[in-house]
T-cell receptor
Framework: EAQVTQNPRYLITVTGKKLTVTCSQN?????MSWYRQDPGLGLRQIYY???????DKGDVPEGYKVSRKEKRNFPLILESPSPNQTSLYFC??????????????FGQGTRLTVV | RKEVEQDPGPFNVPEGATVAFNCTYS??????FFWYRQDCRKEPKLLMS???SGNEDGRFTAQLNRASQYISLLIRDSKLSDSATYLC???????????FGTGTRLQVFP
């Protein structure tokens, strides 16, 4: 079954404690991205990756890091989380957008609370 | 101005009604258009792609108007299960990302 798997689904952490949210896809997609979703603001892209070892900033990258060492995995790292990073996070994968009509597949989301 | 704009709603309609949403986009170079559906606190899922000639999938019809830079979604014979948020999504050849609207919330009541 084609899927994007995120873990954990729910996380409560304290300010400053480093955390990683994992994302894995089994569709051999080149393109992966991370979004955060906040009420009234919709989905905003944090970082994206067009292929292994190729990553770039999205619209709201501050406070986040990513890596793409393997095609299937694209972890999101918060080195020093702050309360304003409390949000619902989605990982997505797709064939490269803009080059052809393509569908984005989303993980189930990670609800992060930073206290 | 936002790159993709949608009326947030909510649109409250009775079962069986026909409802339509519009979405405007600002980048005239946009090439690919989609409607996604998102249920409360769940991940977005593709509802349908929007082609230049328009397309229909059962009770759902999507249209593209390039001249006025908007896409539309028409839902006929609304069901309770259609209650969700509908996201308009746009991409273009000159950007490497999908641009999401903030969504239009639909609530279908009995």
């Amino acid at each position: 079954e084609a899927q994007v798997t995120q873990n954990p689904r729910y996380l409560i952490t304290v300010t400053g404690k480093k955390l990683t949210v994992t994302c894995s896809q089994n569709m051999n997609h080149e393109y992966m991205s991370w979004y955060r979703q906040d009420p009234g603001l919709g989905l905003r892209q944090i970082y994206y990756s067009m292929n292994v070892e190729v990553t770039d900033k999205g619209d709201v990258p501050e406070g986040y890091k990513v890596s793409r060492k393997e095609k299937r995995n694209f972890p999101l790292i918060l080195e020093s989380p702050s309360p304003n990073q409390t949000s619902l996070y989605f990982c997505a994968s797709s064939l490269r957008p803009g080059s052809m009509i393509t569908e984005a597949f989303f993980g189930q989301g990670t609800r992060l609370t930073v206290v | 101005r936002k790159e993709v704009e949608q009326d947030p709603g909510p649109f409250n309609v009775p079962e069986g009604a026909t409802v339509a949403f519009n979405c405007t986009y600002s980048n005239s170079a946009s090439q690919s258009f989609f409607w996604y559906r998102q249920d409360c606190r769940k991940e977005p899922k593709l509802l349908m792609s929007v082609y230049s000639s328009g397309n229909e999938d059962g009770r759902f019809t999507a249209q593209l108007n390039r001249a006025s830079q908007y896409i539309s979604l028409l839902i006929r014979d609304s069901k309770l299960s259609d209650s969700a948020t509908y996201l308009c999504v746009v991409s273009s050849y000159n950007t490497d990302k999908l641009i999401f609207g903030t969504g239009t919330r639909l609530q279908v009541f009995p």
